[in-house]
């Protein structure tokens, strides 16, 4: 199978081909943005796929970030892995950015918990929690800093995303420290592959997880009055 991996959900424009066949990942680049998305992935995509030395007929299934991110952001991956998916007649299949962080950490050790938490500002952070087997003992929420390290209990978990060095901060005093601190801005785009082969194909096409309302919202005082 090979699969084609679309991350902009946070603070980078991400592809990779994995072939799980013959070659594991292929090509991959990553560039670190925090805005800019729209004009930098189909450009990215064209030197993925010319250095995997493919093109989008060959890709069996495309992977793409859902969130929890930003919001431009979202839209433009998943835009782009909805049209591609409609144009190839491939399926296309969303995974969240919280378990594409944690992905790598599952791997090597699956018996300590790992942390995802992706900084929300307003102290507060997109979180989810992975205990033993990669199994989710906290889905996918937004949760004030102090309620998310609560959250994380007991032992030494491994903390991963924009919001680790948050809860790192917050980490009670006496308490074991976390054995790892990894402050990422973006999933390791690798991992998004990779979770994208290994999961189950949905008949509906992928849609943005936001977990809250945008913070722009529009004003009562600004509508017309109609007459």
Not at 193 to 211: D, I, N, Q
């Given at each position: 199978?090979?699969?084609?991996?679309?991350?902009?959900?946070?603070?980078?424009c991400?592809?990779?081909?994995?072939?799980?066949?013959?070659?594991?990942?292929?090509?991959?680049?990553?560039?670190?943005?925090?805005?800019?998305?729209?004009?930098?992935?189909?450009?990215?995509?064209?030197?993925?796929?010319?250095?995997?030395?493919?093109?989008?007929?060959?890709?069996?299934?495309?992977?793409?970030?859902?969130?929890?991110?930003?919001?431009?952001?979202?839209?433009?991956?998943?835009?782009?892995?909805?049209g591609?998916?409609?144009?190839?007649?491939?399926?296309?299949?969303?995974?969240?950015?919280?378990?594409?962080?944690?992905?790598?950490?599952?791997?090597?050790?699956?018996?300590?918990?790992?942390?995802?938490?992706?900084?929300?500002?307003?102290?507060?952070?997109?979180?989810?929690?992975?205990?033993?087997?990669?199994?989710?003992?906290?889905?996918p929420?937004?949760?004030?800093?102090?309620?998310?390290?609560?959250?994380?209990?007991?032992?030494?978990?491994?903390?991963?995303?924009?919001?680790?060095?948050?809860?790192?901060?917050?980490?009670?005093?006496?308490?074991?420290?976390?054995?790892?601190?990894?402050?990422r801005?973006?999933?390791?785009?690798d991992?998004v592959?990779?979770?994208?082969?290994?999961?189950?194909?949905?008949?509906?096409?992928?849609?943005?997880?936001?977990?809250r309302?945008?913070?722009?919202?529009?004003?009562?005082?600004?509508?017309?009055?109609?007459?």
């Open positions: 199978m090979r699969v084609l991996a679309i991350d902009t959900a946070l603070e980078a991400s592809a990779a081909v994995l072939d799980t066949e013959h070659g594991g990942i292929l090509a991959s680049e990553q560039l670190p943005m925090a805005r800019g998305h729209a004009e930098a992935l189909m450009p990215l995509l064209a030197r993925v796929l010319d250095r995997a030395k493919t093109e989008f007929a060959a890709i069996d299934r495309i992977a793409v970030t859902t969130g929890p991110g930003s919001f431009t952001g979202l839209r433009v991956g998943i835009s782009a892995a909805r591609i998916a409609l144009a190839s007649a491939k399926p296309a299949v969303g995974l969240t950015t919280l378990a594409a962080y944690a992905a790598p950490y599952i791997a090597a050790n699956d018996m300590l918990n790992v942390v995802a938490a992706i900084d929300a500002r307003h102290d507060q952070v997109y979180l989810q929690v992975f205990g033993p087997g990669g199994r989710t003992l906290v889905t929420r937004i949760a004030s800093v102090r309620d998310a390290v609560r959250a994380a209990g007991t032992g030494t978990p491994r903390l991963v995303g924009s919001g680790a060095k948050l809860l790192a901060a917050a980490w009670p005093a006496g308490e074991p420290a976390p054995s790892v601190i990894d402050e801005r973006a999933p390791d785009v991992w592959a990779r979770l994208g082969a290994a999961a189950a194909e949905s008949a509906t096409p992928p849609k943005p997880l936001y977990l309302a945008p913070d722009a919202q529009p004003q009562n005082a600004a509508q017309l009055a109609r007459r």
